[in-house]
């Protein structure tokens, strides 16, 4: 069975825009990730119309709420049929702990955000958060670990020391990926797909390296290639 590690993020503001780019897309190579842009304007239909084209769907939602609003809104969107959905780890243990039993019978996977990246020492401070944004990320993916969730998103820098802490089942999901020779656009720090998955990364989001090439089709399979042969 196929296992394709590569998530292409649909960062599109309209429905038609990310289909053109989905029409270049084979399930075979990628699956694709739906974040609050996308299903703000395009809603449920469209993320049924992606699985129905054969597509795995990671639900980038990130629902952060009191407990039983968030195990009400994963148990909607299992309904979907989507392969991964997320949520806020900083929503805590009852939260989580809610999530996981509202879909506890189903094959979707469930993972959590631990902390933004764009979150800096000063805005940890703002919000009166203890300790280093290391300390802080693996503190909340023990967190998620222990209330049963499958895993978290984690840049690839953080995956190594993630990968030892919580063993090989969990999953980790990281962003920020570029090949050696590709531009980073506004990623602050960059890992090479092949970096990321030897860190420990079992997916990979890739947005604008593949959303934005001339061949996508292309990038996807070189990406995938590079990957395969680790
Ligand atoms: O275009 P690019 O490859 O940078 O897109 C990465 C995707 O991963 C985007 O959808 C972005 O929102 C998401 N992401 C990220 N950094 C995080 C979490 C998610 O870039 N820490």
New binding site residues.
């Given amino acids: 069975m196929h296992d394709p590690r590569i998530i292409v993020?649909?960062?599109f503001s309209s429905a038609v825009d990310a289909l053109q780019l989905v029409n270049r897309l084979e399930p075979r190579l990628c699956r694709l990730?739906v974040?609050k842009e996308l299903f703000t304007t395009a809603g449920p239909q469209f993320v049924e119309k992606l699985i129905a084209k054969g597509f795995d769907v990671f639900l980038?939602l990130k629902f952060h709420d009191i407990p039983n609003t968030v195990a009400k809104a994963c148990a909607v969107a299992v309904n979907l049929g989507v392969w991964m959905i997320n949520v806020h780890a900083l929503g805590g243990r009852k939260m989580m702990m809610a999530a996981r039993e509202a879909i506890s019978n189903s094959p979707t996977r469930l993972i959590a955000?631990t902390l933004?990246?764009?979150m800096d020492q000063g805005d940890l401070a703002d919000i009166g958060l203890q300790g280093t944004p290391e300390q802080i990320v693996e503190r909340l993916a023990q967190l998620t670990k222990d209330c049963g969730l499958d895993g978290v998103?984690?840049?690839a820098l953080e995956a190594k020391r993630l990968r030892q802490q919580l063993g090989d089942d969990f999953c980790l999901v990281t962003?920020?990926?570029?090949s050696a020779d590709s531009q980073s656009?506004?990623?602050m720090r960059?890992t090479t797909p092949r970096q990321a998955i030897l860190n420990g990364a079992h997916y990979l989001?890739?947005?604008?390296?593949?959303?934005?090439a001339d061949d996508p089709i292309l990038v996807c399979r070189q990406l995938s290639k590079e990957i395969s042969s680790i």
């Fill in positions: 993020a649909l960062d990730k974040g980038d955000v933004l990246t764009s998103v984690c840049s962003p920020g990926i570029r656009d506004d990623q960059i989001v890739i947005g604008r390296p593949i959303t934005q």
